[in-house]
């Protein structure tokens, strides 16, 4: 499962009892949509939620955006019936809640099989929990079809009993547990959602944060915040001509036999073009996301 190879930078959920919200997310320039049957649905709306995902996932029209379906945890009266219902209607990922173990992953992998996902649907594991913070390697290392860690920093803030903050201490500690297991075991790993939708200045630094800490992208809760997480998470234009440039220096360095050079006074080695190459890799998979999501 090559988990990082596709953008991720905007991650919005959408509640998969809102038909219009499902219909809506067609046209939405997210790299990713979490439709959800957890958190965003009502008991008594569960049902009717998992029926209209599944129909409109299978309907089509979502382009090439990553489609997402958060199901319920697998020990509530829902959580197996979604998986059931999800597993073949040809969605990319699901996307476990308050995942705290290995065994979890593994039990939901044997109900996907089960009911007929298909080899390349993906597992995507929500840490939200500071049992899920102390085994972050346990589960980012439980399964080959895991893809992505998704930070559920609402949740955690509440179990710490800790507080929201600008600079986002509190959870520091949790973020980088999650983002070192992640990259560890080859995972993409997206951030947890900002909460004030009035305050675009602290989501903005939140971005930035998140972006510096490592983070693939961030989840969102409404839709106009999108454009801010895809341009905070995407490669500018001026660290794509850098890259391109060292990229060039080195290669022509290597076939003189040298396996260092500099470049505008700065020494560049291995480690810095592997780096480079992969900026530009995800700057063309982001320009082909946009095209294929155009058409």
Known sequence: MTSTARPRRSVLYMPGSNARALEKGRGLPADSLILDLEDAVAPDAKELAREQIAAAVAAGGYGAREIVVRVNDLKTPWGKEDVKAIAACGADAILLPKVESAAMVQELEALMVASGAPEHMAIMCMMETPLGMLRADEVAGSSKRLSCLVMGTSDLVKDLQAA?????????????????????????????????????????????????????????????????????????????????????????????????????????????????QRLVSMAGKIEELAAANAD
């Open 164 to 276: 929201h903050t600008p600079d986002r201490l509190p959870v520091l500690t949790s973020l980088g547990l999650c983002i070192l297991a992640a990259r560890a075991h080859g995972l993409a790993i997206v951030d947890g959602v900002h909460l004030d939708l009035q305050d675009d200045t602290g989501f903005a630094a939140s971005c930035v944060q998140g972006r510096e800490l490592g983070f693939d992208g961030k989840t969102l809760i409404h839709p106009k915040t999108i454009a801010a997480a895809n341009e905070a998470f995407a490669p500018s234009a001026e660290d794509i001509a850098w890259s391109r440039k060292i990229i060039a220096a080195h290669s022509e360095a290597a076939a003189e036999g040298k396996g260092v050079v500099v470049v505008d006074g700065k020494l560049i080695e291995n480690l810095h073009v592997e780096s480079a």
